[in-house]
């Protein structure tokens, strides 16, 4: 028998590995249905679905390894990067889902939040004020009006996988949907500016870097009291909390 591997979990969702079949508990029925249409859509690799049966989706595994973790190395050549530049593209590129996804909320939404959480990892003494006030500041330039684009939501490297130079497969699109495409390429090369340029290289279209660098302080600011609260360390080398020393 097979062991089985917990590969992620937390009060809201949870992630089994047993053998080649991933098995991903998740209470809320919506983010299933999502990930399960997104899939369908998406004219990028992704892993065949088994079946799903709620709270249950179960996926096979995808060939190759991920290009890396946050807070670790990266495993993939610049031409890999590359790929999954150019793949990330095709997504932007493909008809719009009708749902709105993660990377989709609207700019006073969000500097609402924004404003709301920076306020309260100074309060709970998360983070010191400067630190707060410097990357409130830089994440402003991402609070600008965006044109939609079929996004993943949460396109983190340890979601991408490749073999090789080729990309073999994306993962976990339950946060996708229609959205600011250079969430997904902030998301992607959070905690790896090394690999930025490959990225856009292979993504094939100008990039405001400015925005790049505003998502990852945002993106980095609205996780780390989140992920303290669900047993991760945002403050590990190379995670969200170097993300936003790296913008001082």
Same mark, same amino acid.
């Given at each position: 028998?097979?062991?089985?591997?917990?590969? !992620? /979990?937390?009060?809201?969702?949870?992630?089994?590995?047993?053998?080649?079949?991933?098995?991903? !508990?998740?209470?809320?029925?919506?983010?299933?249905?999502?990930?399960? #249409?997104?899939?369908?859509?998406? %004219?990028?690799?992704?892993?065949?679905?088994?079946?799903?049966?709620?709270?249950?989706?179960?996926?096979?595994?995808?060939?190759?390894?991920?290009?890396?973790?946050?807070?670790? %190395?990266?495993?993939?050549? @610049?031409?890999?990067?590359?790929?999954?530049?150019?793949?990330?593209?095709?997504?932007?590129?493909? @008809?719009? @889902?009708?749902? %709105?996804?993660?990377?989709?909320?609207?700019?006073?939404?969000?500097?609402?939040?924004?404003?709301? #959480?920076?306020?309260?990892?100074?309060?709970?003494?998360?983070? @010191?004020?400067?630190?707060?006030?410097?990357?409130?500041?830089?994440? #402003?330039?991402?609070?600008?009006?965006?044109?939609?684009?079929?996004?993943?939501?949460?396109?983190?490297?340890?979601?991408?996988?490749?073999?090789?130079?080729?990309?073999?497969?994306?993962?976990?699109?339950?946060?996708?949907?229609?959205?600011?495409?250079?969430?997904?390429?902030?998301?992607?090369?959070?905690?790896?500016?090394?690999?930025?340029?490959?990225?856009?290289?292979?993504?094939? /279209?100008?990039?405001?870097?400015? !925005?790049?660098?505003?998502?990852?302080?945002?993106?980095?600011?609205?996780?780390?009291?989140?992920?303290?609260?669900?047993?991760?360390?945002?403050? /590990? %080398?190379?995670?969200?909390?170097?993300?936003?020393?790296?913008?001082?």
């Amino acid at each position: 028998m097979d062991e089985v591997q917990v590969v !992620v /979990a937390h009060s809201e969702r949870a992630t089994l590995r047993v053998g080649d079949v991933f098995l991903k !508990v998740d209470a809320d029925q919506a983010r299933l249905d999502v990930e399960v #249409e997104a899939m369908s859509l998406a %004219p990028v690799p992704t892993p065949e679905v088994l079946w799903c049966r709620p709270p249950v989706l179960a996926i096979a595994a995808l060939p190759g390894t991920t290009l890396g973790r946050l807070g670790g %190395p990266s495993t993939g050549s @610049p031409a890999a990067w590359a790929a999954a530049g150019a793949a990330i593209r095709k997504l932007h590129d493909a @008809p719009l @889902p009708p749902w %709105p996804g993660r990377a989709g909320r609207s700019t006073a939404a969000l500097a609402a939040e924004l404003d709301d #959480e920076c306020g309260l990892l100074v309060t709970n003494g998360l983070l @010191p004020a400067d630190l707060v006030t410097h990357n409130r500041r830089v994440a #402003e330039a991402a609070l600008r009006p965006w044109t939609p684009a079929f996004t993943h939501g949460d396109l983190q490297i340890a979601h991408v996988f490749v073999d090789g130079d080729e990309v073999t497969g994306i993962i976990d699109w339950s946060e996708a949907g229609r959205g600011d495409a250079l969430y997904d390429l902030a998301t992607f090369t959070l905690g790896h500016e090394e690999h930025l340029e490959d990225v856009v290289a292979g993504y094939g /279209a100008d990039i405001d870097l400015d !925005v790049i660098h505003a998502w990852w302080s945002l993106r980095s600011l609205l996780a780390v009291r989140w992920l303290v609260e669900h047993g991760f360390d945002p403050f /590990a %080398p190379g995670c969200e909390v170097d993300a936003l020393r790296s913008r001082m």
